[in-house]
């Protein structure tokens, strides 16, 4: 048994040699550091399958069942309904899938990963900013899904591919205001499926009680009164707009304003929990 001679000191050089010879590397920049952090989270989602089907089969099989089952019912057919329904199945499906940034985060946090995190030299803010980046690409995939699926079925936007585009981004501006909602809810609660609990008991009754699937119109006046200031609504009718080539100029600022708001209250509210919680 080798027994340790503490009486002998320990010269600096012999330590340095034993643990590394090679240059100190240098601290990366927020980009470089939020884009890191961006392909770990793009890459973890070909890990969580649940997500995938999120992203992929669930708004095809939303768009085929609402279109076919209901399309000759509420709009005469199935066609003309699929001109209403998809920018609506759209928004539905990207809303929904915000969720899972809060979910990613708290695994991070349960797993211990998250400190790790906090406490390498970097800008704080990246791991946030990169899972947030990521998202945003997924939010992508998921909309060209959607709209490549509709188009095979017989969408036909009045608006053109700009139009198109432009009900896009601003879906994926509202989307990306959202996320932030569950970076709270992600490192406040104390586990995963939490997360989802508590989203979906948000999310359900604002995707649902909306314009996605008729008209306001066609509801009671008492339903009427919340669908009218559902932010969803507003996000849908703008869409639509913007497919069809229609001028919905008044609900793309309530969107935007919308966004800005979910920015400015839980984006401080987050990075002040990210710096003093757990």
Known sequence: MTVLDTDTPLEESALRSAVSTAARPSQPGALSAS???AWRAMRKIKHV?????DVTAFPIMFVLLYTYLFGGALAGSPSAYLQLL??????MTV????MYTGQALNTDISKGVFDRFRSLPMWRPAV???MLLADTVRYTI???VVITVGVILGFRP?????????????LLVFSFALSWVWTVVGLKVQKPDTVLQVSMTVLFPLT???NVFVAVDTMPGWVQAFVRVNPVTHLTTASRGLMHGLPVGTEVGWVLLWSAGLILVFAPVTMRLYNTER
């Not at 399958?49 to 089907?53: D, E, G």
């Not at 053109?160 to 601003?170: E, N």
Request: proline share 8%; hydrophobic share 60%.
């Open 35 to 37: 884009l890191t952090f």
């Open 49 to 53: 399958p649940m997500q995938l089907f």
């Open 86 to 91: 998809l920018p609506g199945i759209l928004v």
């Open 95 to 98: 809303t929904w899938i915000t």
């Open 128 to 130: 946030l900013v990169g």
């Open 142 to 144: 998921a909309s060209v």
């Open 158 to 170: 009045d608006g053109g591919p700009l139009g198109v585009v432009a009900a896009v981004a601003l």
């Open 208 to 210: 649902f009680a909306s």
